[in-house]
């Protein structure tokens, strides 16, 4: 009945990781359009799919983990270094500088 060796499956596990990063993440991309949000999600649907399909799916949950290795690293050293938590993205305003979003846009 349930078949794992799908793209289908690929596509929900890229869903739930998507899923999960934007409730615990989402606030990172506050002032991103929701356009860009959008055709980052289907391109990384696309990329693991296209993977799978060439590679195999060792690769396309490789290249996965290899991408959440690096976000790791910037939520745990990269901003920490900046003065920034990786966490919550606060103090704000060095945050929004780093990602050269207007600082005016900042509630009080």
């Known amino acids: 009945m349930w078949d794992l060796n799908t793209y289908w499956f690929d596509v929900a596990m890229v869903s ?5 990063g934007n409730i615990a993440m989402g606030h990172f991309e506050e002032h991103t359009p929701k356009w860009r949000r959008i055709a980052k999600y289907l391109a ?28 790791l690293y910037v939520h745990l050293v990269a901003l920490p270094r900046r003065g ?14 780093l990602r050269g979003w207007d600082k005016s846009k900042l509630k009080p």
């Not at 739930?16 to 999960?20: H, M, N």
């Open 44 to 71: 990384t649907i696309g990329i693991v799919v296209a993977l799978a399909h060439f590679w195999g799916r060792a690769a396309a949950y490789g290249v996965i983990g290899i991408v959440f290795l690096f976000a």
């Open 84 to 97: 920034i938590n990786g966490w919550t993205g606060e103090p704000k305003s060095k945050y929004y500088e």
């Open 16 to 20: 739930a990781i998507y899923a999960i």
